[in-house]
């Protein structure tokens, strides 16, 4: 990972990011064309520079190059890369700027080293190495851990001894893979702070960043935990921490199938996977409802019903498009289980000191569970005494290791970096959490759980029928997509979804856009309307149905364009809106799952029509994995 003298931010959903792409194999294989695949699978996780090293006969083949991976691809082709050992990387520049010189492995003498993670204390480090006659050729931090490993391997001529002294002497985060030219029969994994992930295979290794990289090649999965290094040959693999002693692993099997993080036929993963939301969310709600009982079962939860009912605050804390969920979740659960929800941008909450107390819950909201804001804020309640609760989609993940209890979203992989299929679970597994706190609380009674219970186990279907309309808002984002700026507005549990439809819109259009409390509209936002901008507003029909319709009218006054997302035959606002959007009837409380359907179709269709990269949008990338 690139690194300079200062530090940049850039968001993912809203979210900081610093994250790349890792993939290591060992085996009887030539590993170039099993490395180049995985890093396909993770491109995703960064794409201005691609690189790859194999050993053939002990050698480093060193192959880098500045842009997406098919520029490697590329060079490969007319250089093949052999061996049967070998490690690659997909980089996202934080720090140095994108180029072929910036770009992963890294070398120092027999050392080669692809990274994840930002090592905080790298200039200081730099300064003693150079001092020791270490010349550079990088901005990056990444060489730092080749150079390290090469100076302390003169003292021991021992490679995990000179991996584990010069880990020892790194402070932030990695996920690292190093191979060495003396000993090529071996290949050294480890993290701190990033994820990575171990494939055990019939006499061949592979470690990765993410699942997805190796899924063709082996279901069986160990994950490494903090400060443990995994040493791998054809003959075996060891794990020991960073002190050399020994740590037994298991391994878990995978049920995804490898075609689950392939398009599917679709134009884009994000278009495939709006379309998997009536499967993501009924994989969600399965094996969890008890309707006959008026109850809901939370496996994994992690705390009894006693303690949930000693609850006098819940915390809810995420980034980006999960916190918009988490604002949703704040109506949720305090109109279902009547508990004060104070919710925060997970990097903001562990610095102004939060109130955490013994009979308070922290529910944490990551999609990837490796989320480092989201982890800090999880370790910050943790520590001072408080109960911890993710919501989460990737199994074994940091946090959902790290927390009491979890919720996991059955999303499946997720590949877009505009997230979809994750929120409307998330939303999903929200709602639940606030049922069993209110049944659990006497707030909600048996037939009012009931009740609710039949409501989502019709919204798979309704969201099949909410997809019908792409074609229309394909239409009606072609009469839009030269527009420099949109108004989301929504009232009640639809303003975040006003938040959501206009980041999505930012995220893979570049189109500036707001969404903003329709009643908040009149203290400032009004200024911006006339005639060029368009208004999406959302106007289900519930409680505030007429106050919105008053706020809409207003716009209308204005000039301002005016598309409107409606629930069922309501067809009172036709003659007053230029486009009318409408999604099936549901309850109020479920409603904001259908109505983020037209704001990820409304925004994909923008973006296709503007021609930008739909699923690797500019200056983004997955999940934030560091700080």
């Not at 939060?354 to 943790?382: F, K, W, Y």
Request: net charge negative; hydrophobic share 40%; glycine share 10%.
């Amino acid at each position: 990972m690139g690194i300079a003298q200062k530090t940049e931010e850039v968001l993912i959903g809203g979210e900081k990011e610093v994250m790349c792409g890792i993939v290591g194999y060992i085996g009887k294989q030539e590993a170039s064309p099993i490395i180049i695949e995985g890093l396909r699978r993770l491109e995703y996780r960064g794409y201005d520079s691609a690189g790859i090293c194999t050993l053939n006969g002990g050698q480093p083949q060193i192959y880098r190059a500045e842009g997406k991976l098919i520029n490697l691809e590329n060079i490969l082709r007319e250089s093949p890369a052999y061996g049967s050992r070998g490690i690659g990387h997909t980089r996202w520049a934080t720090h140095g700027k994108p180029s072929e010189l910036n770009a992963h492995p890294h070398r120092a003498g027999n050392f080669v080293v692809v990274h994840n993670g930002i090592i905080e204390n790298y200039l200081k480090l730099k300064e003693r190495l150079q001092a020791a006659g270490h010349k550079f050729n990088s901005e990056t931090d990444t060489e730092i851990i080749a150079h390290l490993v090469e100076e302390n391997y003169k003292g021991c001529s021992d490679f995990e001894a000179a991996v584990r002294q010069a880990l020892n002497q790194v402070q932030g985060a990695y996920a690292v893979a190093i191979l060495c030219s003396d000993e090529p029969d071996k290949l050294i994994a480890a993290k701190l702070g990033s994820p990575l992930v171990v494939g055990q295979g019939e006499g061949e290794y592979f470690v990765a960043s993410d699942i997805p990289a190796m899924l063709s090649h082996t279901r069986e999965m160990i994950f490494l935990e903090d400060g443990e290094m995994a040493v791998f040959s054809e003959v075996g693999m060891r794990f020991t921490d960073l002190a050399g002693a020994v740590v037994e692993k298991q391994s878990k099997t995978i049920t995804w199938s490898p075609l689950m993080a392939e398009k599917g036929g679709y134009k884009h993963f994000m278009l495939k996977e709006i379309y998997e939301q009536p499967r993501a969310v009924a994989d969600t709600i399965v094996g969890r409802l008890q309707t006959e009982e008026g109850d809901i079962y939370l496996e994994g939860i992690g705390l009894s019903d006693q303690q949930l009912q000693q609850l006098e605050k819940i915390f809810i804390i995420a980034c980006g498009t999960s916190w918009h969920a988490g604002l949703v979740g704040k109506f949720y659960i305090e109109k279902l289980a009547r508990i004060p929800v104070e919710i925060d941008i997970a990097s903001e909450f562990r610095y102004r000191d939060p109130i955490v107390t013994e009979n308070s819950l922290t529910v944490l909201i990551s999609q990837s569970g490796e989320t480092a804001d989201t982890l800090a804020g999880l370790r910050e309640a943790r520590g001072k005494g408080g109960k911890t609760l993710c919501i989460c989609n990737v199994v074994d993940s940091s946090i959902a290791r790290e927390s009491d209890g979890v919720i996991y979203t059955h999303a499946g992989p997720e590949i877009g970096v505009a997230s979809t299929k994750a929120f409307t679970t998330q939303l999903v597994a929200l709602f639940q959490l606030a049922l069993k706190l209110g049944r659990v609380r006497g707030t909600v009674t048996a037939e009012q759980c009931r009740e609710q219970l039949e409501g989502l186990v019709t919204l798979p279907r309704k969201l099949e029928e909410a997809l019908e309309i792409d074609s229309h808002i394909e239409e009606i984002s072609r009469e839009y997509v030269n527009a420099s700026d949109f108004l989301y507005l929504g009232r009640g549990n639809q303003y975040p979804i006003a938040l959501e439809g206009a980041l999505k819109l930012k995220e893979i259009s570049y189109i500036h856009a707001e969404g903003y409390p329709a009643g908040e509209m009149k203290h400032g936002p009004i200024a911006l309307i006339d005639e060029q901008l368009p208004v999406v507003v959302l106007v289900p029909r519930n409680s505030t149905y007429d106050k919105v319709v008053s706020n809409m009218e207003e716009v209308r006054a204005r000039g301002g364009k005016i598309i409107a997302v409606v629930s069922g035959d309501d067809a009172e606002l036709i003659d007053k809106v230029d486009a009318l959007i409408r999604v099936p009837e549901i309850s109020d409380d479920l409603m904001p799952v259908l109505t983020s359907v037209p704001m990820q179709l409304l925004a994909y269709h923008v973006a296709v029509f503007k021609g930008t990269d739909v699923d690797q949008p500019r200056n983004l990338a997955k999940s934030v994995t560091v700080e």
